[in-house]
């Protein structure tokens, strides 16, 4: 069994977690599937009752429960009063109005923070000492154990008693490949196969949505979290487009009134289109060549985002 998720990835192995069981994944505890959680919003933030910005990690919820869950992952060792007294003030009218669930959602709801279990004591103080009704879910190496208050629908609690077992091994990387932290190189690992696909398939350009749809939680991103993500992919096509790949592709410079297809790049030399055999020697060439632009980004570091206009401008 594969050892708990280290902090700087427990963002990504979270989310994937959750989002797996919610979509059935083979391998994953299938109590979510069962009780028919769906994934809804990633990092949506919406005000509370109070009229304060809360923004949950991810949302949850179950027409068959009546109930929704907001998650805030805790890599470190404490809780923030502040965040956990704005959750505290969020109310089933706020999951409606504001976070666009439906009312056979948001009977009940719980807020279920998720930690290591080396800092239990302080990330349950906030909590104690204000009497918050919170789930507190702890990280260990055999899964995730709950050691404060409980889900308020009595399936839903179950699935977690004594504690919900968990084979980290088996943990799907694929949903959320890459957050806002991720390096440019982590982008570029995931957009460049897709690159690949689509010159495969002899496609004469490629598409900003086509990238975005490389990310498959894409359409349950609040749109402000899509917006620092797709910064992010078109910060690794202008590098791609001024480095290894300047041969293959370019940012289409006609990005005014007269272009209808959106923000796309030109393919303008395709030496693989309908070339199935990976032997090949365009494509080992191909390969050769993102081995040495993952390499480059690495070595460079997270180079700076650059806004969706200054990406389109002709070098």
Not at 166 to 192: K, M, N, R
Request: aromatic content about 8%; hydrophobic content about 40%; overall charge negative.
């Amino acid at each position: 069994m594969a050892p708990r998720p280290i902090p700087s990835k427990l963002n990504r192995a979270l989310m994937n977690l959750f989002v797996g069981m919610c979509r059935g994944v083979a391998g994953l505890p299938r109590h979510f599937r069962v009780l028919e959680y769906l994934d809804k919003w990633i990092e949506l933030g919406f005000e509370n009752s109070a009229g304060d910005l809360v923004v949950p990690e991810l949302i949850v919820s179950s027409r068959r429960e009546h109930h929704s869950i907001l998650f805030e992952w805790k890599s470190g060792q404490n809780a923030d009063e502040d965040q956990l007294r704005r959750y505290a003030h969020v109310t089933g009218a706020d999951l409606r109005d504001r976070a666009h669930l439906s009312p056979d959602e948001t009977a009940s709801h719980n807020i279920v923070l998720v930690g290591f279990s080396e800092a239990a004591d302080r990330l349950a103080v906030g909590m104690d000492n204000n009497n918050y009704p919170f789930v507190l879910l702890l990280v260990a190496d055999a899964g995730l154990e709950p050691v404060r208050n409980r889900f308020t629908p009595e399936d839903t609690d179950r699935a977690f008693r004594p504690y919900l077992a968990i084979d980290w091994d088996t943990v799907p990387s694929y949903f959320f490949p890459v957050d806002v932290d991720s390096e440019l190189w982590e982008f570029a690992e995931v957009l460049v196969p897709r690159i690949f696909e689509l010159m495969g398939r002899g496609e004469p350009r490629i598409m900003l949505a086509q990238l975005e749809d490389a990310i498959p939680c894409w359409n349950v991103l609040a749109r402000n979290y899509q917006g620092r993500l797709r910064d992010k992919i078109h910060a690794v096509m202008r590098q791609a487009c001024q480095n290894q790949f300047e041969q293959y592709i370019r940012p289409n410079r006609d990005h005014g009134a007269r272009n209808r297809l959106g923000v796309h790049w030109d393919i303008i030399n395709n030496p693989v289109a309908r070339v199935s055999d990976g032997r090949n020697a365009e494509w080992r060439r191909l390969a050769t060549k993102q081995r040495a632009f993952l390499e480059l980004l690495r070595n460079h570091g997270n180079l700076p985002e650059q806004g969706i206009l200054d990406l389109l401008q002709p070098n």
